[in-house]
Protein backbone atom coordinates (compact mmCIF):
# COMPACT_ATOMS: atom_id res chain seq x y z
CA UNK A 1 0.00 0.00 0.00
CA UNK A 2 2.71 2.41 0.89
CA UNK A 3 3.97 1.89 -2.49
CA UNK A 4 0.81 2.82 -4.08
CA UNK A 5 0.30 6.08 -1.87
CA UNK A 6 3.97 7.10 -3.43
CA UNK A 7 2.91 6.67 -7.04
CA UNK A 8 -0.13 8.44 -6.38
CA UNK A 9 1.50 11.73 -5.12
CA UNK A 10 4.42 11.29 -7.53
CA UNK A 11 1.64 11.68 -10.51
CA UNK A 12 1.07 14.69 -9.21
CA UNK A 13 4.25 15.99 -9.90
CA UNK A 14 3.37 15.60 -13.74
CA UNK A 15 1.90 18.80 -15.85
CA UNK A 16 -0.32 18.18 -19.02
CA UNK A 17 0.96 17.76 -22.49
CA UNK A 18 4.64 15.98 -21.09
CA UNK A 19 6.43 13.09 -22.23
CA UNK A 20 7.14 10.96 -19.06
CA UNK A 21 9.53 8.24 -18.66
CA UNK A 22 8.20 5.70 -16.14
CA UNK A 23 10.84 3.84 -14.25
CA UNK A 24 11.47 0.10 -12.58
CA UNK A 25 9.57 -0.50 -8.81
CA UNK A 26 7.51 2.15 -7.67
CA UNK A 27 7.23 4.40 -10.72
CA UNK A 28 5.20 1.61 -12.65
CA UNK A 29 2.24 2.03 -10.64
CA UNK A 30 2.35 5.82 -11.71
CA UNK A 31 0.05 4.60 -14.79
CA UNK A 32 -2.83 3.98 -12.43
CA UNK A 33 -2.93 7.28 -11.04
CA UNK A 34 -2.47 9.84 -13.41
CA UNK A 35 -5.21 13.10 -12.34
CA UNK A 36 -8.30 13.34 -14.02
CA UNK A 37 -7.93 16.04 -17.09
CA UNK A 38 -4.10 15.79 -17.33
CA UNK A 39 -3.03 14.34 -20.79
CA UNK A 40 0.58 12.77 -20.65
CA UNK A 41 2.60 10.40 -23.25
CA UNK A 42 3.93 8.06 -20.92
CA UNK A 43 7.72 6.40 -22.63
CA UNK A 44 8.99 3.12 -21.23
CA UNK A 45 12.96 2.67 -22.31
CA UNK A 46 12.04 -0.79 -23.43
CA UNK A 47 10.17 0.98 -26.26
CA UNK A 48 6.75 2.34 -26.26
CA UNK A 49 5.22 5.99 -25.97
CA UNK A 50 1.68 6.12 -24.91
CA UNK A 51 0.52 3.76 -22.97
CA UNK A 52 -2.07 3.68 -20.10
CA UNK A 53 -2.63 1.64 -16.69
CA UNK A 54 -2.48 -1.75 -16.22
CA UNK A 55 -5.56 -3.80 -18.31
CA UNK A 56 -8.19 -5.69 -16.88
CA UNK A 57 -7.16 -9.56 -15.68
CA UNK A 58 -7.58 -11.21 -19.13
CA UNK A 59 -7.23 -8.51 -21.42
CA UNK A 60 -3.16 -8.27 -21.37
CA UNK A 61 -0.99 -8.59 -24.01
CA UNK A 62 2.19 -10.46 -23.17
CA UNK A 63 3.63 -8.48 -25.89
CA UNK A 64 2.92 -5.50 -24.51
CA UNK A 65 4.88 -4.81 -21.14
CA UNK A 66 6.60 -1.75 -19.11
CA UNK A 67 10.23 -1.51 -17.86
CA UNK A 68 9.41 -3.91 -14.99
CA UNK A 69 7.53 -6.63 -18.09
CA UNK A 70 4.59 -5.85 -16.63
CA UNK A 71 1.56 -5.51 -18.81
CA UNK A 72 -0.17 -2.17 -19.85
CA UNK A 73 -2.51 -0.76 -22.08
CA UNK A 74 -1.72 0.88 -25.42
CA UNK A 75 -3.76 4.35 -25.77
CA UNK A 76 -4.76 5.30 -29.52
CA UNK A 77 -1.59 6.78 -31.02
CA UNK A 78 0.45 4.76 -29.23
CA UNK A 79 3.39 3.39 -30.84
CA UNK A 80 6.31 0.62 -30.35
CA UNK A 81 9.51 0.91 -31.23
CA UNK A 82 12.94 -0.34 -30.47
CA UNK A 83 15.36 0.50 -27.86
CA UNK A 84 18.19 2.80 -30.10
CA UNK A 85 14.57 4.90 -30.91
CA UNK A 86 13.94 4.56 -27.16
CA UNK A 87 17.31 6.19 -26.19
CA UNK A 88 17.54 8.14 -28.41
CA UNK A 89 14.31 10.17 -27.32
CA UNK A 90 16.05 9.96 -23.66
CA UNK A 91 19.61 10.94 -24.74
CA UNK A 92 18.04 13.87 -26.86
CA UNK A 93 16.21 15.29 -24.31
CA UNK A 94 13.03 14.92 -25.29
CA UNK A 95 11.82 13.29 -23.00
CA UNK A 96 10.01 15.99 -20.12
CA UNK A 97 10.39 14.07 -16.88
CA UNK A 98 11.60 10.87 -15.47
CA UNK A 99 10.16 8.97 -12.12
CA UNK A 100 12.71 6.49 -10.67
CA UNK A 101 12.82 4.11 -8.06
CA UNK A 102 15.87 4.21 -5.82
CA UNK A 103 17.90 2.90 -3.32
CA UNK A 104 18.97 5.80 -1.34
CA UNK A 105 18.75 9.51 -2.67
CA UNK A 106 20.96 12.26 -0.59
CA UNK A 107 20.63 15.98 0.26
CA UNK A 108 22.52 17.30 -2.85
CA UNK A 109 20.19 15.28 -5.01
CA UNK A 110 22.29 12.47 -5.92
CA UNK A 111 20.52 9.38 -6.50
CA UNK A 112 21.53 5.41 -6.11
CA UNK A 113 19.44 3.46 -7.20
CA UNK A 114 20.86 -0.32 -8.60
CA UNK A 115 23.66 -1.24 -6.73
CA UNK A 116 22.44 -3.58 -3.83
CA UNK A 117 25.54 -5.48 -2.02
CA UNK A 118 24.89 -8.99 -2.02
CA UNK A 119 28.22 -10.24 -0.68
CA UNK A 120 32.03 -8.31 -0.07
CA UNK A 121 32.75 -6.89 -3.60
CA UNK A 122 29.28 -8.22 -5.42
CA UNK A 123 26.32 -6.53 -6.88
CA UNK A 124 23.12 -6.84 -8.42
CA UNK A 125 23.48 -6.19 -12.34
CA UNK A 126 23.98 -2.79 -13.46
CA UNK A 127 21.99 0.74 -13.91
CA UNK A 128 20.62 0.14 -17.04
CA UNK A 129 18.59 3.05 -19.03
CA UNK A 130 18.74 5.01 -15.51
CA UNK A 131 21.76 6.87 -15.78
CA UNK A 132 20.49 7.99 -19.14
CA UNK A 133 17.53 9.07 -18.34
CA UNK A 134 19.48 10.90 -15.38
CA UNK A 135 21.40 12.64 -17.70
CA UNK A 136 18.92 13.30 -20.29
CA UNK A 137 15.52 14.40 -18.96
CA UNK A 138 14.66 17.87 -17.55
CA UNK A 139 13.20 17.00 -14.43
CA UNK A 140 13.79 13.41 -12.20
CA UNK A 141 11.48 12.62 -9.43
CA UNK A 142 12.62 9.85 -6.99
CA UNK A 143 10.99 7.24 -5.45
CA UNK A 144 11.59 5.52 -2.65
CA UNK A 145 10.45 4.15 1.05
CA UNK A 146 11.86 6.20 3.63
CA UNK A 147 13.52 3.26 5.64
CA UNK A 148 15.00 0.42 5.28
CA UNK A 149 13.90 -2.86 6.38
CA UNK A 150 16.25 -2.28 9.38
CA UNK A 151 14.50 1.42 10.19
CA UNK A 152 17.28 3.24 8.83
CA UNK A 153 17.18 6.25 6.65
CA UNK A 154 17.11 6.17 3.01
CA UNK A 155 17.26 9.70 2.50
CA UNK A 156 21.21 10.44 3.09
CA UNK A 157 23.98 13.05 3.89
CA UNK A 158 25.74 11.20 1.26
CA UNK A 159 24.65 8.15 -0.98
CA UNK A 160 26.70 5.00 0.32
CA UNK A 161 26.18 3.13 -3.15
CA UNK A 162 27.70 3.71 -6.15
CA UNK A 163 25.55 6.66 -8.09
CA UNK A 164 23.62 6.59 -11.12
CA UNK A 165 23.67 10.10 -11.21
CA UNK A 166 24.80 13.18 -9.22
CA UNK A 167 23.25 15.88 -7.87
CA UNK A 168 20.29 15.42 -10.72
CA UNK A 169 17.37 14.98 -8.59
CA UNK A 170 14.80 17.37 -8.26
CA UNK A 171 11.54 16.20 -6.21
CA UNK A 172 11.90 13.08 -3.56
CA UNK A 173 8.80 11.41 -2.92
CA UNK A 174 8.77 8.22 -0.06
CA UNK A 175 6.19 6.82 2.11
CA UNK A 176 6.61 9.80 4.54
CA UNK A 177 7.39 13.24 3.27
CA UNK A 178 8.16 15.30 0.29
CA UNK A 179 11.42 16.94 -0.44
CA UNK A 180 12.00 19.64 -3.13
CA UNK A 181 15.56 19.40 -4.08
CA UNK A 182 17.13 23.30 -4.63
CA UNK A 183 21.09 24.52 -4.59
CA UNK A 184 20.92 24.71 -1.04
CA UNK A 185 19.85 21.03 -0.19
CA UNK A 186 16.48 19.20 0.68
CA UNK A 187 13.37 21.24 1.42
CA UNK A 188 10.47 19.69 3.07
CA UNK A 189 6.94 20.33 1.63
CA UNK A 190 4.83 17.64 2.96
CA UNK A 191 3.98 15.12 6.05
CA UNK A 192 1.58 12.27 6.28
CA UNK A 193 -1.34 13.05 8.32
CA UNK A 194 0.24 12.13 11.87
CA UNK A 195 3.61 12.69 12.15
CA UNK A 196 5.79 16.34 12.48
CA UNK A 197 8.78 17.77 11.47
CA UNK A 198 10.61 16.18 14.12
CA UNK A 199 9.26 12.95 13.55
CA UNK A 200 10.58 13.46 10.15
CA UNK A 201 13.89 14.18 11.35
CA UNK A 202 14.09 11.48 13.25
CA UNK A 203 13.80 9.26 10.79
CA UNK A 204 15.88 11.02 8.16
CA UNK A 205 19.91 11.34 7.91
CA UNK A 206 19.69 14.03 5.55
CA UNK A 207 19.65 17.57 6.50
CA UNK A 208 16.72 19.73 5.22
CA UNK A 209 14.63 23.01 5.90
CA UNK A 210 11.23 23.28 6.35
CA UNK A 211 9.14 24.98 3.36
CA UNK A 212 7.02 28.16 4.58
CA UNK A 213 4.17 26.57 3.19
CA UNK A 214 4.15 22.76 4.38
CA UNK A 215 1.30 20.89 4.36
CA UNK A 216 -0.15 17.72 4.63
CA UNK A 217 1.02 14.58 2.44
CA UNK A 218 -1.25 15.35 -1.20
CA UNK A 219 -2.73 12.09 -3.12
CA UNK A 220 -5.30 13.59 -4.83
Not at 34 to 62: M, S, V
Not at 75 to 93: D, K, N, Q, V, Y
Not at 94 to 105: F, N, R, W
Not at 139 to 152: C, E, N, P, S, W
Request: with cysteine; glycine share 10%.
Amino acid sequence: MSKNIIAQRAALELCDGQAVNLGFGIPTFVANYIPKGINIFLQTENGALNFGGTPELGKQDCDVANAASQPVTLLPGASIFELCASFGMIRGRHIDVTILGALEVDQEGSIANWARPLAPGKFTPGPGGAMDLCGGVKKVIATLLHVDKKGQSKVLKKCSLPLTGYGLVNVIVTDKAVFYVNKEGLVLKEIIPGMTVDDIRAITDADFTVSPDLCEYRTS
